[in-house]
Antibody
Framework: QVQLVESGGGLVKPGGSLRLSCAAS????????MTWIRQAPGKGLEWVSY????????YFAESLKGRFTISRDNAKNSLYLQMNSLRADDTAVYYC????????????WGQGTLVTVSS | DIQMTQSPSSLSASVGDRVTITCRAS??????LNWYQQKPGRAPTLLIY???NLQSGVPSRFSGSGSGTDFTLTISSLQPGDFATYFC?????????FGQGTKVDIK
């Protein structure tokens, strides 16, 4: 069965860094775009970034460009989000999700990992 | 970025009610509109993709319609498990922006 398992969240001080991981199983990972989406406590969903199956196409939300980096390792069936210069407003649950193409819906989501940025 | 506006932000309804949620895009997105359901403490799940296609396993009481800029999610007869928050999302143009959500609770 399809599984997406995020890890790497936790408490970090403002200005710090974290690397989130998403381990995929149950499907051909390289056939899918992968997306990061976040949700601040009590708030709505915010789309963060996607990366194509081969890793050649990447798009970031404008507000996050320069601080966050997305990557994937198809040999390890893993997706990553490197987050630098973290701020309090980056506090959120971070979800990874898969999509069949650039314009497809995110048809399966992981359970999320909580990132808390606080001194 | 394409702005997605959902209405209403919240609604109260009873079991068996017909519920309609609307989503408007700030520019045409063809039919690249998706609907998700989220229950407290859980990840969102896909209900409807490409405006009107029911995701596998989703009950047929859920339906979607629309194209261009105006879209609708309808629940034909609200069931106890449907009390949740619903989000629309456009996947026409990155970033794939979401509406602000509609919380459906018990009247």
């Amino acid at each position: 069965q399809v599984q997406l398992v995020e890890s790497g969240g936790g408490l970090v001080k403002p200005g710090g860094s974290l690397r989130l991981s998403c381990a995929a199983s149950g499907f051909t990972f390289s056939d899918y775009y992968m997306t990061w989406i976040r949700q601040a406590p009590g708030k709505g969903l915010e789309w963060v970034s996607y990366i194509s199956g081969g890793g050649t196409a990447i798009y970031f939300a404008e507000s996050l460009k320069g601080r966050f980096t997305i990557s994937r390792d198809n040999a390890k069936n893993s997706l990553y989000l490197q987050m630098n210069s973290l701020r309090a407003d980056d506090t959120a649950v971070y979800y990874c999700a898969r999509a069949r193409s650039r314009v497809a819906a995110d048809d399966f989501w992981g359970q999320g990992t909580l990132v808390t940025v606080s001194s | 970025d394409i702005q997605m506006t959902q209405s209403p932000s919240s609604l109260s309804a009873s079991v068996g009610d017909r519920v309609t949620i609307t989503c408007r895009a700030s520019q045409s997105i063809s039919r690249y509109l998706n609907w998700y359901q989220q229950k407290p403490g859980r990840a969102p799940t896909l209900l409807i993709y490409a405006a009107s296609n029911l995701q596998s396993g989703v009950p047929s009481r859920f339906s979607g319609s629309g194209s261009g800029t105006d879209f609708t999610l309808t629940i034909s007869s609200l069931q106890p498990g449907d009390f949740a928050t619903y989000f629309c999302q456009q996947s026409d143009t990155a970033p794939h922006t979401f509406g602000q959500g509609t919380k459906v609770d018990i009247k």
